[in-house]
């Protein structure tokens, strides 16, 4: 690794400290009055060197190798942990670089494989050295052979989408749920304190308060800041971030689920938020905001043969489903092509979620009582990324149709699928 990563382990020891310190605020104020000055300087002097050592040490012992058919990190000072990644199960790289490390000039990978949950990385290396890397390893996913994979290079990318930064911030104060906590943030403190009159109490709501309507707002701008989405071999590749800088791919044939978002005053713009269910990926928004036609353009990249249906072609349930949820019934609709699964929810925050037909694992019905009485159903599509989606209140008989045919279709679907690899 590069050699200031002893600094990104240094702080686990202090932090330790800091921990059992706030963990009993009054024993340790006590402890800290009866300390002299001398014995907090000596206290000191045997701390930051032991941190010191502690990150030197596990820089030390942090490894990694790259062979003809996986990727080995060996890392642990005490406890040994060696993980074995094989090349062909890794689904994208991402390229981090927080903002001291683009200081500094380095960047960490952080690595989705196939049946994991928790991605692996190597922090840090140069930010060359980790581009290269990159590029050496989906060479390899590829097919390349290993001789001439460090040659291939980083496949080009051709820019597809930006995201103004002007857009991105009148799109967040055209959000419900930006408001929204920042008026709790701002209305339940001051009621807290008329019946309690306890400080802790107001700060103890206040906090997460005031740090969640930081988060939908200002933490959402820095973090989607010069948001551009480019097209490239290896896939769609997501360049983002003001402070932090991140270089995500969403993985070519992992996506299973693509929902297309559209808050209540984000139409007179007809603005859509793209999000996505990638399977072994944690990636999760395409386009933060974008004119629906663009938007439906990156959903046909990252769905090829897919066409988003319009307005007009989602059938609503029938007009008995009032007797189940009355006025949101308007909400649902559903249309189904011969490539998607399409499925609308929602009547101010309208949200369209398609799923190709190769990627659907398993159809449901289900119907209670009431259902049963009004002669509607619900049909389930699971996912392979663990999700559902759902055709809300459907008439029984057309339900019952449904469920049949979209078996046949998925596996109609995954026979005729395009191979799940990169470059391909």
Same mark, same amino acid.
């Given at each position: 690794?590069?050699?200031?990563? #002893? /600094? ?16 009993? /605020? ?9 300390l ?46 060696t ?14 670089? #927080? ?28 930010? @060359? ?5 990159r ?32 857009? /991105? ?6 959000? @419900? ?34 740090g &969640? ?91 090829? @043969? ?16 009032a ?11 559903? &249309? ?6 399409a ?10 979620a398609?799923?190709?037909h ?11 009582p ?20 759902? &055709? ?33």
């Amino acid at each position: 690794m590069h050699p200031v990563t #002893p /600094l990104r382990r240094a702080w686990a020891p202090i932090a330790a400290v800091a921990g059992w310190a706030v963990h009993d /605020l009054d024993q340790t104020q006590r402890r800290l009055t009866g300390l002299t000055t001398g014995t907090l300087l000596t206290g000191l002097a045997v701390l930051l060197p032991a941190a010191a050592l502690y990150g030197f040490m596990s820089w030390w012992f942090t490894r990694f190798a790259v062979t003809g058919t996986e990727l080995c990190i060996r890392t642990g000072l005490v406890f040994r942990r060696t993980a074995h990644i094989r090349l062909e199960r890794i689904q994208a790289i991402d390229v981090t670089q #927080p903002l001291l490390a683009r200081v500094v000039g380095v960047a960490k990978l952080r690595l989705d494989v196939i049946g994991t949950d928790k991605k692996d990385e190597l922090a840090f290396l140069s930010a @060359g050295e980790a581009r290269a890397l990159r590029a050496e390893l989906l060479a390899r996913a590829a097919g390349f052979a290993p001789e001439t994979a460090h040659e291939v290079g980083e496949a080009p990318s051709r820019e597809l989408l930006r995201v103004p930064p002007g857009v /991105l911030a009148v799109s967040l104060l055209l959000t @419900g749920g930006t408001w929204g906590t920042l008026a709790a943030a701002l209305v339940v403190p001051p009621v807290l304190w008329l019946f309690t009159h306890s400080a802790w109490t107001v700060l103890a709501a206040a906090v997460p308060l005031l740090g &969640a309507a930081g988060a939908s707002s200002v933490g959402r701008f820095v973090g989607e800041y010069d948001w551009t989405v480019g097209e490239s071999p290896d896939g769609l590749r997501l360049d983002h971030g003001l402070l932090d800088r991140a270089h995500e791919t969403v993985p070519p044939g992992r996506v299973q689920t693509v929902r297309i978002v559209q808050p209540l005053l984000w139409r007179r713009r007809d603005w859509v938020r793209v999000e996505l269910d990638v399977a072994g990926s944690s990636n999760s928004v395409l386009v933060p905001v974008a004119p629906r036609e663009a938007a439906g353009a990156i959903v046909a990249r990252v769905l090829p @043969g897919v066409t988003v249906p319009p307005r007009a072609a989602l059938s609503r349930p029938p007009r008995r489903a009032a007797r189940c949820v009355p006025v949101w019934w308007r909400g649902y609709g559903l &249309a189904v092509s011969d490539a998607v699964f399409a499925a609308r929810s929602g009547l101010l925050r309208r949200s369209l979620a398609l799923v190709p037909h190769a990627k659907v694992q398993s159809v449901r019905l289900t119907q209670g009582p009431w259902q049963r009485r009004c002669r509607v159903a619900d049909v389930h599509v699971d996912t392979g990324a663990n999700n559902t989606v759902t &055709a809300r209140l459907r008439d029984a008989g057309e339900a019952a149709d449904l469920l049949r045919a979209q078996a046949e279709r998925s596996r109609t679907g995954r026979r005729d699928a395009r191979p799940d690899r990169w470059m391909v």
